[in-house]
């Protein structure tokens, strides 16, 4: 394809396909757990640490991951005195992310770089960034390898899986440290607007099909697969922004699964 002939978009294929498959895997754990804001709330935290990198002339991406790594083990430190009300915690922490992205985007010099971390720039990253991808890429598919049954026991019952033995407070922090260095690079390259959608959207359209827990991991990494690839040839063709386009793959494709299950069901009412 003319496409591959340019090694920007060569990079952003690669990117994309490690990023759709190692954010999916965490999103099944985050959505299981009843926190699907959770990528939305470190992703705008996310902002305030690209902000604060900007001023100190620092990497905005390590700040950034420095943000979200503080804001997670803070959402985690809240929901665990209000384990009732899990969202709680990622209502404070979103708003603290707002508030000072609002704040110290207001001291940066340079707009235009602190913009791009907004909706991303996934054709632009450099190859330094692309390692880093790689990097993290491989540390959360052998975390979800090495943890699988101790992530699966948590997503499903905390509380059983605590009492089963299961050392659920040095998983979590293993989780939530992965969770927040992968929302901090994917804002770099698909935007931190749109992370949490990639984080969402392909593990709900597996729920809609997957009937266990490992089908739904699988068919949620299929997914977010099937939406960059596609989002990125339909940008690149369109003239369009990738990341946009990406999530609303998802949402298109969603829609049509709601809809065509909806008249499956339909039918089989009728014919029973």
């Given amino acids: ?145 090495l943890l699988y049954k101790e992530l699966f026991s948590i997503a499903l019952d905390e509380r059983a899986a605590r009492l089963s033995g299961v050392p659920v407070n040095v998983v979590s922090t293993i989780f939530t440290m992965l969770t927040a260095v992968t929302v901090a690079i994917a804002a770099r390259t698909v935007g931190a607007l749109i992370v949490s959608s990639m984080m969402v959207l392909p593990v709900a359209c597996a729920m809609q099909l997957a009937r266990s827990y490992r089908g739904t991991v699988w068919a949620s990494i299929g997914f977010a697969e099937l939406f960059t690839i596609s989002g990125l040839v339909i940008a690149y063709y369109g003239g369009l922004k990738p990341g946009g386009t990406i999530v609303l793959m998802g949402v298109v494709c969603l829609i049509g699964i709601l809809i065509v299950k909806s008249a499956v069901e339909r039918k089989q009412a009728k014919k029973a």
């Avoid at 209502?91 to 971390?117: D, E, I, P, Q, R």
């Fill in 1 to 145: 394809m003319e496409m591959f002939e340019y090694a920007f978009m060569q990079r952003a294929f690669i990117v994309g396909v490690l990023l759709a498959l190692i954010i999916p895997l965490i999103g099944v754990t985050v959505v299981l757990r009843r926190l699907s804001m959770l990528g939305d709330a470190l992703s705008h935290t996310s902002l305030a640490g690209v902000a604060a990198g900007l001023l100190l002339n620092v990497n905005p991406v390590f700040g950034a991951s420095v943000f979200c790594v503080g804001a997670a083990f803070g959402i985690e430190g809240i929901r665990r005195r209000f384990p009732r009300y899990a969202e709680l915690s990622i209502s404070v922490m979103l708003s603290a992310g707002v508030g000072l992205a609002g704040v110290l985007s207001g001291f940066t010099k340079n707009a235009a770089n602190f913009n791009s971390f907004l909706f991303g720039s996934i054709v632009a990253i450099s190859d330094a960034e692309l390692y880093s991808v790689a990097a993290v890429s491989l540390l959360v598919l052998l975390a979800s390898v």
